[in-house]
């Protein structure tokens, strides 16, 4: 773990929302690939979602151990906005997952 006096919270904040953004740009390409019927992509795209999202859930972490519950990581705007990105693209991932499982379930009937 970064020791505080080494945090880049730019660096950090940025990285938080590039993976928070990948997770969500590749579930979205499930779910088109889904519309599709290409299961092989489907797939791809949510492992790949899978890996970006994990990525920015682990800094979160950090964050988290960083800050030890004592306010010790600066909370300001781009902070807070970086966080909104990981929750969007949590929420996105499972409502994509359902819709898939929808789509997967009609084009098997």
């Not at 902070?79 to 098997?108: C, F, G, N, P, Y």
């Amino acid at each position: 773990m970064t020791p505080l006096a080494d945090f880049d919270q730019e660096s950090t904040v940025m990285e938080l929302i590039i993976n928070a953004g990948s997770a969500k740009s590749f579930a979205m390409e499930a779910l088109r690939a889904a519309k599709a019927s290409d299961w092989n992509a489907v797939d791809e795209y949510l492992s790949q979602s899978s890996v970006a999202s994990k990525q920015a859930h682990d800094v979160q972490t950090q964050l988290i151990g960083l800050d030890q519950g004592e306010g010790k990581v600066p909370v300001n705007l781009v902070m807070v906005h970086a966080q909104d990105h990981i929750m969007t693209s949590m929420l996105a991932r499972e409502l994509v997952e359902e819709l898939i499982a929808i789509h997967r379930k009609l084009d098997s009937v």
